[in-house]
């Protein structure tokens, strides 16, 4: 039997999450309510007495001082709607573990009368509304459908002294193992009815594979003697599609690609990843040569470089798109928590000291009709920052740098990009941390979390588009304090040298964590039957595959398992043994006696046929946009700074934790009123040094509608720059790369795939070409292909997007500037070339345009520049310096003006340019590599000589009297605007 | 010889500000600094009887998911040593009962509210009178916050301190009394040690973001009777450098943050005072 507990706030009491949530439905809804008020419930699954059930309530589920509660009543007393909130079976529900635990510790362990406790949220609404309109504000704003269920309760009918009856969201799981054995001697069309049924993502030419090995006499004696037949198991079948999906395995980055250009020259890719990324790295590591810093480079988890003698640096970014679109809160706190276990999962494991996160999502005011299955962009706004801010703020990892792309485009599915670095030992006990070792014997450990049906078929998922069959399973919600726990424990296993190797479960789940780190053994045995679950009721192939969050896979030395389990027990974190990583070159896996899977390692890694890939590159034209220089600028300036891709984004920033370790030392938000837009991030992850580490990114879908290899290279170079522009220097910056595509294979479904993998073939090119010039070395990436929707005949593509993130570091942090002008009387300068560089830019797409004279980077010029700059910051020459990014000059200018706090006269016809006749296109041209930098008068001359050879020019000066003051290339005068002003059209948009 | 000070800085359980809390103490003075996972002291591993100074650090103790703290503190009130006849709320009493400083901040100061340590009238030390509940923004937020500091306050801690300037990271930091009288009474006996205020450090504040979450008469922290437990929402370990400072590369600043005088005072009173 189950109880209800509804604890809601006394009379008087401010309800602040009601009163948020009455703001979002007049806003968001534009349905007039007078008030809401949350009650939380807690369901009581099992047999507790009313003493017992009072004593919880009173004791660690309410707060005596605000709130009250009622037991198996109502709470809620009159009111015109109340609309119930809970989960649906199987969906993590962290309140109710945790009120499960505290229930048991007040009354020591219950197990066998108290299955579980499961919570809800009422909002009690007043206001004259009918009940479509409840109907709505449930759907559209307070209840998920995915994974969560909702009751609408009339006021006329309610009956208080009854309430609400419980219902147990209990999963019915029969412990009863099925396990299916699929014939793959079949026709090619069989095998892509199985393929498309099963959600396997595999093509025809990966299931031939499979059916191919199946035909191989000395396997097929093999597995005889596990006990297999020709056919595949569901368990092997699966296995094999995670671990051959697009999201594990990149198979287009890994393709064969014949590329023909504009003017019909053929070229032969072997490999983008190859050829193009790991390319460059290889031949920047081997011109630093002993001087090479980087550690550890596209192996593990994530990238690992020198930061000093005694510490290592690790990064990583992943994306988490598609679940972010099917349920943003719970998408992209999974996101973090789950790039977390990268660099956590790297080497031999690293301490987390940063987060960044990257949106690009629809324009929360997007007001036309909703295509099925899409949820509105504000609610994605709003969902996702909130995942974020738990997974980020809980883990206490302090989210130091990010930012938010707005594109109509992305309604098809939102990115959720999330960053984490870490940092390690370079040394523990004698060995080096940056590689991993496992030897034949040592035993599979399987620590955190319990697997349950959350999570199948994640990878395979989101290496399809999203459409009318998208598995509910694949969204899942993470756990940040069951991670924390579990983190605490292995850090300090770690340092005990309790373990030889650590990696994570993300994508795959089992079947990827232990068939990736098998590979160093050579083989593995494990009985998926020890594994924990959630609830019973998985199959074999389930339990393998799950994508169950916070779980990290480890090889311990069976000398010390014992040591190992018990520091587990102690600090409250399961930790099971599954098998042991063998040397046999199988991927064994059985569930109690019987075989389930019987791989070859070889060939469940490297079986995998290559894709062979046509793309044909033809440039667009795009017709040159015709229209007067506005007659007043000043408006357009603030226009232009309204601009959803340009304005403040605090609202989001200030709820994330971006302090916390203590070492923070360049906040996103500074200047004067701390709310100017800082470029990128300091901090210092050992506070007994000043050695910083300088995290930046850069991004720029737009100009890709003109040319993908400009947006790749400007996003390269924005990252760059944004470091730079703190203190950072060219000579110790790694970077991470991070593509976003839409499906670029040409199909049926995909026309334009040829054009679309052209595309991704000059991005690369430009990342090959800028990261060896700049010596910016990528250390790990990751790809995200299939970011279309496709549903009905609503196709949606994404715009190719690459995210470029910068971490480097700065050997002394107390030298960091920030972009806000320090003093009147401070000397402006423009430092870097202007051109008439329009096409893509915010300041065409507001006259809805695009152009063509996409701005496009000189790298020679552009790292001479980077040099100069940063001997200049490191000197203390520097007052403040900002980069030019969307927006242009114009607006680099008005935020260090407005994040001063003070004035500047500024005079266009000093800018350094070339023919440039147009005082618009000097102000919000988007030309590469440039700066806003003002210096004390005082150090001109040292400046100066210190940027000899450098294209600059002293723009003009900082000013006590808040105005910004621009003269017109003729030296009339075309702005004049008080700051405050320019600041409050800046901060307004997104401040909700 | 001086006596030599011992810190012990609590983690475990979504707790992570443990670090910089530390650091803090070492940069003080504290000859001895353990952070001491909570396990530790259920297992009898470490006691807090071996310590002086006791410090709660921020984070999210059990994700917060009962209200700020609640399942931690109830963890405290209920959860057993093992192989003794104690729990660890009898350790905390011990602790206190011999006069030693514990300094709670942010979940700490949630935690020491929700126990009822604070503010502990009459030296009952289990009865909450207090709370500390959800910011009126209904968000959680990373801003920096002027606090006036009570010149008339027991407080250990803020001893020749007036102003000090912090950062508060907390969704749940409204300091909520349980009526009117508990108020009056942490007023009049001068429990109240920091409040809200503008850069001025005068008067306490209400109006938003510089009190950043409605707190009753702008109250950002409290103390016990004796002066010697101190909770609050800002800080002050997150400011022990001028880097840590919002706007360092455009003030003048100390080289030492402002935060770091609080444990300079526990460390200095416990080094002089018999605890």
Same mark, same amino acid.
């Given at each position: 039997m189950a109880d209800r507990i509804e604890i809601g706030f006394k009379e008087g009491v401010r309800d602040s999450l009601g009163e948020k949530i009455k703001k979002r439905i007049i806003e968001n809804l534009h349905i007039k309510v007078d008030s809401v008020k949350t009650i939380d419930v807690h369901t009581i699954d099992g047999n507790l007495t009313r003493k017992e059930l009072d004593m919880a309530a009173a004791g660690p589920l309410s707060d005596p001082i605000i709130q009250g509660f009622a037991i198996n009543s109502g709470l809620a007393d009159r009111f015109d709607w109340m609309i119930e909130v809970g989960f649906r079976p199987g969906v993590t529900d962290n309140v109710g573990k945790t009120a499960r635990e505290a229930i048991e510790l007040l009354f020591g362990k219950l197990s066998d009368r108290l299955s579980g406790v499961h919570t809800s949220r009422q909002y009690v609404i007043e206001g004259r509304i009918g009940r479509d309109d409840a109907e709505t504000i449930a759907s559209s704003l307070l209840a998920n459908d995915l994974i969560e269920r909702y009751v609408i309760v009339d006021g006329k009918s309610w009956d208080r002294r009854k309430g609400l009856s419980p219902y147990v969201p209990r999963v019915i799981g029969e412990d009863r193992v099925h396990i299916e054995e699929i014939n793959l001697d079949a026709s090619d069309k069989a095998l892509m009815e199985i393929s498309s049924r099963r959600l396997l993502a595999l093509n025809l030419e990966e299931m031939k594979a499979l059916r191919n090995y199946l035909t191989d006499k000395s396997i097929l004696k093999e597995r005889k003697k596990a006990g297999l037949g020709g056919k595949m198991t569901d368990a092997e079948l699966e296995c094999l599609a995670q671990t051959w999906s697009e999201h594990c395995k990149h198979k287009i980055f890994n393709a064969r690609i014949v590329y023909e250009d504009e003017r019909g020259k053929r070229e032969e890719i072997d490999s983008l990843f190859d050829s193009c990324i790991k390319r460059a790295t290889k031949e920047i590591r081997e011109r630093l040569g002993k001087d090479d810093w980087c550690l550890s480079v596209f192996v593990d988890n994530a990238g690992i470089i020198r930061f000093n003698d005694d510490y290592n640096l690790v990064f990583k970014v992943e994306t988490h798109n598609s679940p972010s679109a099917l349920d943003p809160y719970g998408g992209a706190l999974t996101g973090i928590v789950g790039v977390n276990r990268d660099p956590f999962g790297t080497g031999r494991g690293a301490k987390l000291i940063f987060n960044t996160d990257v949106f690009c999502f629809a324009p929360p005011t997007y007001d036309k009709p909703l295509p099925k299955r899409i949820l509105h962009p504000r609610r994605i706004y709003e969902g996702v920052r909130e995942g974020v801010e738990h997974g980020g703020n809980k883990s206490g990892i302090p989210t130091v740098n990010g930012c938010i792309v707005f594109d109509e485009r992305f309604l098809g599915k939102p990115l959720v990009y999330c960053g984490t670095g870490g940092i390690m030992p370079a040394v523990i006990q004698g060995k080096p941390t940056h590689t991993k070792e496992i030897l034949a014997g040592d035993l599979v450990v399987m620590a955190g979390g319990r697997i349950g049906k959350d999570g199948i078929h994640g990878a395979t998922f989101s290496s399809e588009e999203l459409h009318e069959g998208s598995p509910v399973t694949a969204v899942q919600i993470g756990d940040p304090i069951t991670q924390k726990k579990m983190t605490d424990f292995l850090l300090m296993a770690r340092d005990r040298g309790l373990y030889r190797c650590i990696t994570d479960n993300g994508a795959g789940g089992l079947s990827s964590s232990v068939g990736e780190t098998a590979r160093l053994s050579g083989g593995c045995e494990i009985d998926l039957k020890k594994a924990p679950l959630k609830y019973a009721g998985l199959n074999p192939w389930e339990i393998l595959i799950s994508e169950s969050q916070e779980r990290m896979t480890l090889a311990v030395s069976p000398d010390l398992v014992q040591e190992f389990l018990a520091l587990a027990e102690k600090m409250d974190v399961e930790a099971t043994v599954i098998g042991r990583y063998t040397d046999s070159g199988m991927f064994h896996v059985l569930y109690g006696d019987a075989t389930v899977a019987y791989i070859e390692m070889d060939f469940l890694h490297d079986g995998v046929p290559q894709m062979q890939l046509q793309a044909n590159w033809q440039p667009r034209i795009y017709p040159e946009p015709d229209f007067p220089e506005p007659a007043d600028m000043g408006q357009s300036l603030k226009d232009m700074l309204g601009r959803l891709n340009i304005c403040s984004k605090e609202s989001v920033v200030r709820q994330y934790d971006h302090e916390v370790q203590g070492g923070s030392v360049v906040k996103p938000l500074v200047g004067v009123c701390n709310d100017g837009p800082s470029d990128a991030a300091v901090i210092r992850p050992i506070l007994t040094s000043f050695e910083g580490v300088v995290v930046a990114n850069g991004i720029c879908p737009r100009y890709g509608d003109i040319d993908t290899y400009h947006m790749a290279a400007c996003a390269i170079d924005e990252a760059i720059r944004n470091a730079i522009a703190v203190g950072?220097?060219? @000579?110790f910056m790694a970077g991470i790369d991070n593509f976003c595509w839409c499906d670029p294979v040409q199909s049926e479904k995909t026309p334009d795939g040829e054009y679309k993998l052209a595309q991704l073939v000059r991005a690369n090119k430009a990342l090959y070409d800028c990261t060896r010039a700049f010596g910016v070395p990528c250390i790990s990436g990751k790809d995200s292909m299939k970011n279309d929707y496709n549903i009905g005949n609503v196709k949606i593509s994404i715009p190719p997007t690459l995210l470029f993130s910068t971490m480097g570091r700065i050997d @002394?942090?107390?030298k960091a500037v920030t972009l806000d002008a320090k003093r009147p009387g401070d000397l402006v300068y423009i430092v870097g070339e202007t051109y008439d560089e329009l096409g893509g830019s915010e300041w065409y797409a507001m006259h809805g345009v695009i152009g063509n004279r996409v701005p496009k980077v000189n790298v020679e010029k552009a790292k001479a520049l980077y040099r100069a700059l940063s001997k200049a910051i490191s000197a203390g020459l520097v007052a403040s310096c900002h980069d030019c990014s969307d927006g242009g000059a114009g607006i680099a200018i008005a935020e260090t003006a407005f994040a001063g706090g003070l004035g500047m006269l500024i005079k266009l016809a000093l800018f350094p340019s070339s023919g440039i006749r147009r005082n618009d296109t000097l102000l919000f041209s988007e030309s590469q590599s440039r700066f806003v930098v003002t210096i004390l008068p005082t150090a001109k001359k040292s400046f100066e000589a210190m940027m000899t050879g450098i294209a600059m020019g002293q723009v003009g000066e900082v000013l006590a009297e808040g105005f910004l003051k621009i003269d017109g290339l003729d030296g009339r005068r075309i702005i004049e605007e008080d700051i405050s002003g320019l600041k409050a059209a800046w901060q307004k948009p997104l401040n909700f | 010889m001086p006596k030599e000070v011992k810190s012990i800085v609590i983690t475990g359980n979504g707790t992570n500000c443990e670090m910089e809390m530390a650091h803090a103490c070492r940069l003080a003075g504290s000859d001895v600094v353990d952070i001491v996972h909570i396990s530790m002291l259920l297992y009898g591993e470490k006691s807090l009887d071996d310590y002086h100074f006791l410090n709660l650090p921020g984070g999210f103790l059990d994700g917060d998911d009962l209200g700020s703290a609640k399942a931690g503190a109830n963890r405290i009130l209920h959860a057993k040593i093992k192989g003794k006849k104690e729990n660890l709320f009898d350790q905390f009493a011990r602790f206190i009962g011999r006069g030693k400083l514990i300094l709670g901040v942010c979940n700490g100061f949630q935690l020491l509210v929700k126990l009822g340590m604070l503010p502990g009238f009459d030296g009952d030390y289990r009865n909450q009178t207090t709370t500390l509940t959800f910011n009126d923004s209904g968000r959680f937020e990373d801003r920096w916050v002027n606090l006036r500091v009570n010149p008339d306050s027991r407080c250990i801690f803020t001893r020749k301190v007036t102003g000090i300037y912090l950062p508060v990271r907390h969704g749940e930091g409204k300091f909520v009394t349980k009526d009117k009288d508990v108020l009056e009474r942490l007023h009049r006996d001068h429990q109240v040690v920091v409040e809200y205020s503008h850069e001025d450090f005068r008067d306490a504040v209400m109006d938003y973001p510089a009190n950043p979450n409605g707190a009753i008469d702008g109250i950002a922290g409290i103390c016990n009777e004796t002066g010697r437990i101190f909770g609050l929402m800002p800080h002050p370990e997150a400011y022990l450098h001028r880097t840590n400072h919002p706007r360092w590369t455009r003030e003048q600043l100390?080289?030492?943050?402002?935060?770091?005088a609080i444990f300079k005072n526990a460390i200095d009173f416990i080094r002089k005072e018999d605890v």
């Open positions: 950072g220097s060219l @000579d @002394d942090a107390r | 100390p080289e030492e943050g402002m935060g770091l």
